[in-house]
């Protein structure tokens, strides 16, 4: 009788090993690993980001294996030819974003002022700084809504949504001169056609003494 192996793992059987789940060249199995963790942790890859040309490049030329090991984690992707962009879809609760209410309403700015400065302005970029946003939010926007975000905290929920690719975010100081851009893809984030439906959903956060005060529901990858 021969020794047992040591090297063999006493809790499998003696059935041959799986095929390899993806044959792929060690540079293409690179490229997709890279581009799923990218899409983990920003929700989305850009095709006009200097340091994500080459990777959004390979999705596009290797789509359906992106789509298909996506699907694997509970997300599906879009390829979304015209803006340069991989969006990445939660499906699953767990990859859902669950936003407290100070970070949605800045959020629905955010779209707000994007939307102003691409549909109304013809604008091909939205900049804005950081008092540009407060005077939206509490002059403009939701006055009877929005109470007064300290800095730390509107900078946090502004680096989150940096890191959502949703905007650039440049900190200076001092802080309100920040410079914000809106990026396209709040639009996929924030799911609104068109302004009609963002004032819809402006309409759970106006206070009623009669009701508790609705939340809605924006999603993103976690």
């Not at 984690?73 to 939660?90: K, S």
């Not at 949703?166 to 068109?194: C, D, G, K, T, Y």
């Amino acid at each position: 009788m021969s020794p047992p192996d040591p090297q063999r793992d006493p809790n499998l059987n003696d059935s041959p090993p799986p095929e390899p789940l993806l044959r792929l060249a060690e540079p293409d199995r690179a490229r997709l690993g890279e581009a799923l963790q990218e899409l983990l942790a920003h929700g989305s890859i850009l095709g006009l980001e200097s340091g994500q040309i080459a990777l959004y490049t390979w999705c596009r030329q290797n789509f359906e294996w992106l789509r298909e090991t996506a699907a694997l984690l509970g997300m599906d992707v879009a390829l979304l030819h015209e803006e340069r962009m991989i969006q990445g879809i939660p499906r699953v609760p767990s990859m859902v974003l669950n936003l407290r209410q100070d970070a949605t309403l800045v959020w629905l700015a955010l779209w707000y002022a994007g939307d102003v400065r691409w549909r109304d302005e013809g604008e091909t970029q939205a900049w804005m700084t950081v008092a540009d946003l407060n005077a939206l939010m509490k002059d403009q926007l939701l006055p009877d809504v929005v109470g007064q975000i300290s800095r730390g905290r509107l900078r946090e929920i502004l680096r989150q949504a940096a890191r959502f690719n949703l905007v650039r975010f440049q900190p200076m100081e001092p802080f309100e001169e920040s410079a914000i851009e809106v990026l396209p893809a709040i639009r996929r984030v924030v799911p609104f056609r068109e302004l009609n439906d963002w004032t819809e959903a402006i309409k759970a956060f106006q206070p009623n003494e009669d009701e508790p005060q609705a939340a809605l529901d924006i999603s993103a990858e976690e």
